[in-house]
Every structure is written in C-alpha cells, then in structure tokens.
C-alpha cells in the first residue's frame, strides 16, 4: 500500500488548510492511522492519530485547532488544520500502522504559515 500526501501549501497566519492521505489500498487494514510533520534539523514530531474505531489524538500544540480524521470509503485520511501559527510551517507526512504492526509512510507535503 502507498500513501500519497497532498493539500500542502501557502497561508497566512490564521489561515486554513485541508491535508489529504490517499492509500492506494483500502484502509481497513490500518489500526492507526497518523500525520507527523518536520522541521529542518529537528526530528519527526506526532502531530494527530485517529484509530480504525475513530477514536483520535492531538499533540498539544494542535488540540483545538487541528482535525483529524478517516473516510474509509475513500482510503483517505485527512487532517484539517485551523488557525494556523507560523509555528505550524512544517514539512507533514501521513503515517500508518496495519495489524502487522508494520508502519508505511507517504511523502511529505510542505505547509508554509507566513506571519
């Protein structure tokens, strides 16, 4: 299965943008499904993880202003982000995890947060 990342881009502080996880196959098989992002020089930092039940999590940075979530029809996982800081501007990659406990990545899509 492949992840395919997109919706990256250019906003202004307190902006929104709409990231998008596209597996190339269903999704079902993941038991956790994730977005991480980095910053040059610093390591991959969880961002938000939603479980194939729904459940999710935030970093707490993000709470409040961040949405994660799965539409298993569509293989996709998408992570909503609000009210953004330019704290926020990362490089955001989508992670998952099947029953296998084998971890598959996309690659990144670049969000740049002006001030």
């Known amino acids: 299965v492949q992840l395919q990342a997109s919706g990256g881009g250019l906003v202004q502080a307190g902006g929104s943008l709409r990231l998008s996880c596209a597996a190339s196959?269903?999704?079902?098989?993941?038991?956790?499904m994730a977005w991480y992002r980095q910053t040059p020089g610093n390591q991959r930092e969880l961002v938000a993880t939603?479980?194939?039940?729904?459940?999710?999590n935030y970093a707490d940075s993000v709470r409040g202003r961040f949405s994660i979530s799965r539409d298993n029809a569509k293989n996709t996982v998408y992570l909503q982000m609000n009210s953004l800081k330019p704290e926020d501007t990362a490089v955001y990659y989508c992670?998952?995890?099947?029953?296998?406990?084998?971890?598959?990545w996309g690659q990144g899509t670049l969000v740049t947060v002006s001030s």
């Open positions: 992670n998952a995890v099947d029953i296998f406990r084998r971890q598959y």
């Open positions: 196959g269903s999704i079902f098989s993941f038991n956790v």
């Open positions: 939603i479980l194939s039940g729904g459940n999710t």
